[in-house]
């Protein structure tokens, strides 16, 4: 019997039983994400995770004869009688109260502003008022520390050139903080300005023309139409800048390493003191714990009054 011609032949490999043939290993959706996620993972793992979990119980020991010795909750309970760090937390509450209203308003200000049609270099003045952001911390605490200067200062001489007396910027417990907070609000009052003015655009100009046609002037556009509309914004910046002030330390270190007489210290300047000068770790870490639920109790705040606010 004769074979069929090599055209007609199957190949070899359709020839083999299907279920002699190796099966392809199908790799599992899990697998491949972790895949690329094992690196991030890791690196999350080595740099935020453990040094969290380390800190935590840090701030549950204390330095005895040179060995960490576990102690509960003794470090926190230490706080609540240590006037220098409780005058901290009045400080930057005095600080908050005052910086980040005065600089919101001025940002919103600005915003509306650098939104108007008529006004010309628009991107440019955007990048002016959005320099600071991108300033050195240090760099601009210097800058601002040769300006405030008592003898010589910039700002005393400006004042002297009106007529006006010299004020100790510095060293005098009111003008220190108020020096903080002209500082701080000079830098990051365009950066939120910035996030402000892009909510501004997300607005569309049929509610400006709506609100014309209904009589609305500007006054009445701007705050019955345009910053209900903007309150997520303003929420944001309201809680990043929050969250900022109650981290405060460049500042007030270079300007007046938390003085005069703790005028402007603040809790991460006493962490560094504590910790760094001290040499006092359990104690530091503690410290920054309590700072870090601050923070959380001051946002969660105000995302609640926000959301009244909304349902109302």
Request: hydrophobic residues 50%; aromatic residues 12%.
């Amino acid at each position: 019997m004769t074979s069929p011609p090599a055209s007609l032949r199957k190949p070899a490999a359709a020839r083999t039983p299907a279920a002699a043939r190796p099966r392809r290993r199908r790799r599992s959706p899990a697998g491949a994400a972790w895949l690329f996620a094992g690196p991030a993972a890791v690196l999350f793992a080595a740099f935020f995770a453990y040094p969290l979990g380390a800190s935590l119980y840090q701030s549950l020991t204390a330095r005895r004869d040179g060995v960490d010795v576990f102690v509960g909750l003794d470090q926190y309970r230490r706080l609540l009688d240590d006037p220098a760090f409780l005058h901290s937390l009045v400080n930057t509450g005095l600080i908050l109260a005052v910086q980040v209203p005065v600089m919101i308003g001025l940002a919103l200000v600005l915003a509306v502003l650098l939104n108007q049609s008529w006004l010309r270099f628009r991107a440019s003045w955007r990048a002016v008022y959005f320099l600071p952001a991108v300033t050195t911390l240090v760099a601009y605490a210097v800058v601002f520390q040769v300006l405030l200067r008592t003898d010589g200062g910039l700002a005393n001489q400006l004042l002297q050139a009106l007529g006006l007396d010299g004020v100790d910027w510095l060293n005098s417990p009111t003008w220190a903080r108020i020096s903080v907070v002209g500082s701080v609000t000079w830098r990051w009052t365009g950066y939120n300005a910035v996030i402000l003015l892009a909510g501004l655009q997300a607005i569309g100009r049929d509610q400006y023309e709506a609100a014309a046609l209904d009589g609305a002037g500007p006054l009445r556009t701007y705050t019955g139409v345009i910053l209900p509309q903007l309150r997520p914004v303003v929420l944001f910046c309201v809680i990043t800048s929050t969250i900022g002030t109650l981290q405060l330390f460049d500042e007030n270190y270079v300007l007046t390493r938390g003085g005069p007489g703790d005028a402007t210290l603040t809790p991460v300047v006493y962490l560094y003191k504590v910790g760094f000068q001290q040499f006092d770790f359990g104690y530091a870490a503690a410290i920054a714990w309590v700072v870090v639920l601050i923070i959380a109790a001051v946002s969660l705040l105000q995302f609640r009054f926000y959301g009244r606010e909304r349902r109302r």
